[in-house]
């Protein structure tokens, strides 16, 4: 048996932080989209549930905190790369979204200052 050196045990803790961090930060993403969105990212029950859970909860508290580090625990079992495009999509339709907004009021002011 291999017997690691100081060094490598902290990186490899150190990797096991940062990939939980992320992890965390992609639970937060998906807690802040709006229900109708997240309900076109396939996603666990389990997980679904928690997240709608945070997005209950009002206060940027101690428990909104424990709650996203159990989302960061849940996703650790769940395939990312379809839930990381699943959200690009979600942030892309919304960019898509006000640009068309945009294009609307433009439209609508033109006719306003044509009369």
């Known amino acids: 048996m291999e017997h690691l050196d100081d060094e490598q045990v902290r990186l490899s803790k150190t ?31 389990e997980l679904r549930e928690a ?26 079992n769940v395939e990312i790369e379809p839930v990381r495009a699943a959200l690009a999509d979600a942030r892309g339709d919304s960019a898509a979204e006000t640009a068309r907004l945009h294009r609307l009021e433009r439209l609508r002011n033109e006719l306003l200052d044509d009369e």
């Open 51 to 76: 997240i709608g859970m945070a997005q209950r909860m009002s206060r940027q508290d101690e428990a909104r905190r424990r709650q996203m580090q159990y989302i960061g625990r849940l996703m650790r």
């Open 15 to 45: 990797r096991r932080k940062r990939a939980m961090e992320e992890l965390q930060a992609l639970g937060e993403a998906l807690a802040a989209l709006p229900a109708d969105r997240l309900k076109k990212v396939d996603l666990p029950e």
